[in-house]
């Protein structure tokens, strides 16, 4: 690798597989399978092949939401595809998702089944098909839609921006956290300036807007997140202290940040999830054990 200080592109880009630091084993310039790998598929009609990164838990609380409301079809498998690994490349991932990026559902409800990718998707999806959390009416349904693309959009800053270059970089390199920390900052000034005016991003009712903001930027001020709290200073978003910390009081909220997780605290790992029992400690702890 060449010291940033003395790189000059070439002409033509060509692929260093020594590159990439933590993920060169994973990081790769074409799409497609790599190896030849069937996915698992459980009994209830929602199958989800994921894990408990920021991403993911989106739809596992979600899921959970719809659970805790009475949804009975919202009844899921949760299958942990580990990243780090290369799971996202088998071909029945691929065949699910062609990007290999978690989370990918397959809905079975039907006769035929039906494939959804991209976390933000997937959330409308889910949110249509049970007709909970999203509005149906304007102006509502066009503020929720608003901050859940805001989503979509402004997360790469956080993650692949920010939280590579801070956390993950073989090499910190001072533009590029000074890049990425400023828009970080200015994006978390957004949400608290909204969330002064209003209790939850899209209105006085919890959405897939929320859903989708509070695992990235919820957890980014309550410190989950690359060990950056105090380098962000993440204590001055008054108002998005207050938004996430009523978020993961909810309990439908704290089992789905649970499912498919593989880091922090055991207990606070289930890393597969095939039915509500699952989260009962014992259970739990067996799962947890044997992944």
């Known amino acids: 690798m060449t010291d940033s200080a003395d790189y000059t592109p070439p002409k033509i880009w060509v692929w260093n597989k020594g590159n990439g630091g933590q993920f060169a084993n994973i990081n790769r310039p074409i799409a497609g399978p790599t190896h030849e790998k069937e996915l698992p598929v459980g009994r209830h ?74 976390s933000g998707s997937i959330l409308t999806y889910l949110a249509e098909k049970f007709g909970a959390f999203l509005p149906t009416e304007q102006p509502a349904r066009a503020e929720c839609l608003s901050w859940l693309f805001w989503q979509m959009g402004s997360a790469p800053y956080l993650g692949g ?53 509070w695992p990235w930027y919820g957890g980014l001020v309550k410190g989950w997140q690359y ?9 001055d978003y008054k108002n998005v202290q207050r938004w996430a910390d009523a978020i993961f009081a909810r309990p439908a909220v704290k089992r789905g940040r649970k499912v498919n997780r593989l880091s922090g605290d055991p207990a606070d790992q289930l890393h597969e999830r095939h039915d509500a029992s699952d989260f009962d400690t014992k259970t739990q702890d067996k799962v947890a054990v044997a992944g």
């Open 45 to 118: 009609p929602l199958q989800l092949y994921s894990l408990g990164t920021p991403n993911g838990v989106k739809v596992t609380i979600l899921l959970e939401e719809l659970l805790a409301l009475g949804y009975s079809g919202a009844e899921y498998d949760a299958w942990l595809i580990k990243i780090g690994e290369g799971d996202q490349f088998g071909s029945g991932f691929v065949d699910v998702n062609p990007n290999s990026k978690i989370p990918a559902l397959l809905d079975r409800s039907g006769p035929t089944p039906i494939r959804v990718f991209e």
């Open 161 to 213: 921006g920010f939280g590579h270059f801070y956390a993950y970089a073989p090499t910190k390199i001072e533009y590029a956290i000074d890049r990425f920390a400023m828009e970080v900052k200015r994006q978390l000034d957004v949400l608290d300036r909204r969330l002064a005016e209003s209790e939850y991003l899209a209105g006085k009712d919890y959405t897939i807007a929320d859903i989708a903001v």
């Open 227 to 235: 060990g950056a709290a105090e380098f962000l200073q993440v204590q």
